[in-house]
């Protein structure tokens, strides 16, 4: 059974930094391009980050550039983000996604899998 579990967020004011995780189980974490997806209540989940299976090749928003990284250790079956600069529109649910095409994976339709999100919040 795959599994993906999401940690590292929390409440945080702006400007200040967060590191979030994400771990798999079940699956060979190197053989898929992993993504961080971020959502808000009543809007659609928005692409935030994304990493090929070897960390070499990455996408970010246009949003989060410069103040967000995607990183990974495949060892550890991880995927991170660490959250720079934080403003308050960048609250909202994070998760993480996986899929073998980072390509394929800037899009919330071609993700494989799925975890459940961690909150973070960013208060003024």
């Known amino acids: 059974q795959v599994r993906l579990v999401e940690s590292g967020g929390g409440l945080v004011q702006a400007g200040n930094s967060l590191t979030l995780s994400c771990t798999a189980s079940?699956?060979?974490?190197?053989?898929?391009?992993a993504a961080w997806f971020r959502q808000t209540p009543g809007k659609e989940r928005e692409f935030v980050a994304a990493s090929d299976w070897s960390g070499i090749t990455k996408y970010y928003a246009d949003s989060v550039k410069d103040r967000f990284s995607i990183s990974r250790d495949n060892a550890k079956q991880s995927v991170y983000l660490r959250l720079d600069y934080l403003k308050p529109e960048d609250s909202a649910v994070y998760f993480c996604a996986l899929h073998p095409s980072v390509r394929a994976l800037r899009f919330a339709s071609q993700a494989d899998y799925w975890g459940r999100g961690t909150q973070v919040t960013v208060s003024s």
């Open positions: 079940g699956l060979t974490f190197g053989n898929f391009a």
